[in-house]
């Protein structure tokens, strides 16, 4: 059986909120899902500095308990404002702030099961060189467990609490269409790359050759087999029907 050598990180967080990046006034919804722009993040952040994008290939399981939205202000600074005056002196200011508040939307006790194929970093999330974070700067999370194991080729898999190539949506009547953003450059330019992806949550889709296929709902089923004749599974995951949670990569650029 091929066998392809990944390591395995686990990471969880009281809470957490994933931004989309073009609503900025009255409210901010969240992603029911980490953007590959986030995960690039979160992996420059064990390591101390950014990697190539083309060095790695990630996949992920994510879950979260609860969705809900908070009262936030924030802070508007502009240039300029008006002048004050102190000791009998009038002086004007550089810059003025006004407070805005608005809605977030947040994910509550979020998990995070982080597949990568590079086995050589398991020391930097062992040992991470910046705070770990999931989501925004102050979503604090923590890595419980760091794995260096394997992933199975099967010829059936099933999908759920994932991220899917939006080239399987001819073939997969689940899941949300998004366009989140792939990978977003260094300072000063920070510019963002957005792909399309299929964001699939609780409910399991079936692909390949699996047990009983009579008895599952249409929906449930990847249409055809020609999406992919094997997929990587995680031999550690629960079975159903057979066969093992499908483990699909994908890359920053």
């Not at 949550?201 to 055809?224: C, I, K, V």
Request: a positive charge; hydrophobic letters at 35%.
């Amino acid at each position: 059986m091929t066998r392809l050598p990944i390591l395995r990180i686990s990471i969880e967080a009281p809470a957490t909120s994933f931004r989309h990046p073009h609503f900025l006034v009255g409210r901010q919804p969240s992603y029911s899902m980490p953007p590959p722009s986030t995960i690039y993040g979160h992996i420059a952040s064990a390591l101390g500095e950014l990697p190539d994008p083309v060095s790695f290939q990630f996949a992920y399981d994510f879950r979260f308990g609860g969705l809900s939205s908070d009262l936030e202000h924030q802070h508007i600074i502009t240039a300029g404002g008006r002048a004050f005056k102190a000791n009998g002196k009038k002086h004007r200011t550089s810059v003025q702030a006004t407070i805005q508040p608005h809605f977030r939307d947040f994910l509550f006790r979020p998990r995070l099961i982080l597949y990568l194929n590079r086995t050589d970093w398991a020391g930097a999330f062992r040992s991470p060189v910046f705070c770990v974070i999931l989501g925004r700067s102050q979503d604090l999370a923590t890595v419980t467990k760091v794995e260096e194991t394997e992933l199975e080729q099967s010829n059936g898999a099933y999908f759920e609490h994932t991220l899917l190539p939006f080239s399987y949506r001819p073939y997969v009547g689940l899941g949300t269409t998004l366009l989140m953003p792939r990978c977003i450059s260094p300072p000063p330019e920070r510019r963002a790359r957005f792909d399309r992806f299929i964001a699939l949550h609780q409910e399991r889709l079936f692909g390949g050759t699996y047990e009983n296929p009579d008895g599952l709902a249409w929906s449930r089923r990847m249409l055809g087999n020609n999406v992919q004749e094997e997929w990587w599974v995680d031999p550690d995951s629960r079975l159903d029907r057979g066969v093992h949670r499908g483990v699909v990569f994908h890359s920053c650029v």
